[in-house]
Nanobody, 127 residues
Framework: QVQLVESGGGLVQAGGSLRLSCAASGRTFSSYTMGWFRQAPGKAREFVARITSTGHYTYYVQYADSVKGRFTISRDNAKNTVYLQMNSLKPEDTAVYYC?????????????????WGQGTQVTVSS
């Protein structure tokens, strides 16, 4: 069982930055692929970014096209934490952001592939 707790959300002006953190419980954090998703009001939950587990020689990261070049996902296995650095924020980035952990393989863009979820943190970008 893994528990995930997000933090770092808030209100920011367009063009600003925020850094989200997701702290995980458990000793096997390094074995999980970690993802960030977001959900705006009235919309489906959508993929933002993911970072692979340390089972790989190097980390692999993928991003949604809408955030590529502006957001950066990273992880610190010593701290059981995954981060999402968000720069050049836009009003359309406004959403509740969730981190998620994937135990086994699957479509990393599909929320159904993830086994554990945090409670979410609100990000609001004003114009």
């Amino acid at each position: 069982q893994v528990q995930l707790v997000e933090s770092g959300g808030g209100l920011v002006q367009a063009g600003g930055s925020l850094r989200l953190s997701c702290a995980a419980s458990g000793r096997t954090f390094s074995s999980y692929t970690m993802g960030w998703f977001r959900q705006a009001p009235g919309k489906a939950r959508e993929f933002v970014a993911r970072i692979t587990s340390t089972g790989h020689y190097t980390y692999y990261v993928q991003y949604a096209d809408s955030v590529k070049g502006r957001f950066t996902i990273s992880r610190d296995n010593a701290k059981n934490t995954v981060y999402l650095q968000m720069n050049s924020l836009k009003p359309e980035d406004t959403a509740v952001y969730y981190c998620a952990a994937m135990e086994s393989g699957g479509n990393y863009k599909d929320p159904a592939s993830y086994d554990y979820w945090g409670q979410g943190t609100q990000v609001t970008v004003s114009s």
